[in-house]
T-cell receptor
Framework: AQSVSQHNHHVILSEAASLELGCNYSYGGTVNLFWYVQYPGQHLQLLLKYFSGDPLVKGIKGFEAEFIKSKFSFNLRKPSVQWSDTAEYFCAVKGNNRLAFGKGNQVVVIP | NAGVTQTPKFRVLKTGQSMTLLCAQDMNHEYMYWYRQDPGMGLRLIHYSVGEGTTAKGEVPDGYNVSRLKKQNFLLGLESAAPSQTSVYFC???????????FGDGTRLSIL
């Protein structure tokens, strides 16, 4: 079964700073990759997804993620964060018809 | 369009009590899921269903039962609640085998 690792569980940064959240997975077969966001008090929302094709995926709200197959990674990036990006971010990997979530990154953006 | 609706939103139980969480979706989705979310643990799949009348175990199924008698409803039951089941429970649905894109607002369950 696949597993997903997210590092730096708590991230604090100032507005306009750049954000990068790491996601590594362990599964040797074909995978689909996802990032979800959960704003305070809300349910999860799909931020972006990768199935195939261009490994650089652009999602909503200025987020993007890059799939690097050789590194088993799918890191999330945003060049300039806003206070409204304060949320918890979850990476998820689907392989062999099973979906696994990472433990999440709690991101706090200070105005 | 309500999407995915969970009831109740909050509940406090005593150890040993039973209860059922209800999830309803109005999008005619085949797949429905129950997750629990715990601090530092991410989301863990409890049970899921690939269609009316079917259920399957997820990652952490022990202590829970589910039923999918109607396509739009997916019930999660706790027969004898334990403090370890204190968590936030999320229901989700998807049209096909793709990962869930529609989540409910969650049920915060505390077991004393």
């Amino acid at each position: 079964a696949q597993s997903v690792s997210q590092h730096n569980h708590h991230v604090i940064l100032s507005e306009a700073a750049s954000l990068e959240l790491g996601c590594n997975y362990s599964y040797g077969g074909t995978v689909n990759l996802f990032w979800y966001v959960q704003y305070p008090g809300q349910h999860l929302q799909l931020l972006l997804k990768y199935f195939s094709g261009d490994p650089l995926v652009k999602g909503i709200k200025g987020f993007e993620a890059e799939f690097i197959k050789s590194k088993f990674s799918f890191n999330l990036r945003k060049p300039s964060v806003q206070w409204s990006d304060t949320a918890e971010y979850f990476c998820a990997v689907k392989g062999n018809n099973r979906l696994a979530f990472g433990k999440g990154n709690q991101v706090v953006v200070i105005p | 369009n309500a999407g995915v609706t969970q009831t109740p939103k909050f509940r406090v139980l005593k150890t040993g009590q039973s209860m059922t969480l209800l999830c309803a979706q109005d999008m005619n989705h085949e797949y429905m899921y129950w997750y629990r979310q715990d601090p530092g643990m991410g989301l863990r799949l409890i049970h899921y269903s690939v269609g009316e009348g079917t259920t399957a175990k997820g990652e952490v199924p022990d202590g829970y039962n589910v039923s999918r008698l109607k396509k739009q409803n997916f019930l999660l039951g706790l027969e004898s609640a334990a403090p370890s089941q204190t968590s936030v429970y999320f229901c989700a649905s998807s049209l096909d085998i793709q990962p869930p894109q529609h989540f409910g607002d969650g049920t915060r369950l505390s077991i004393l």
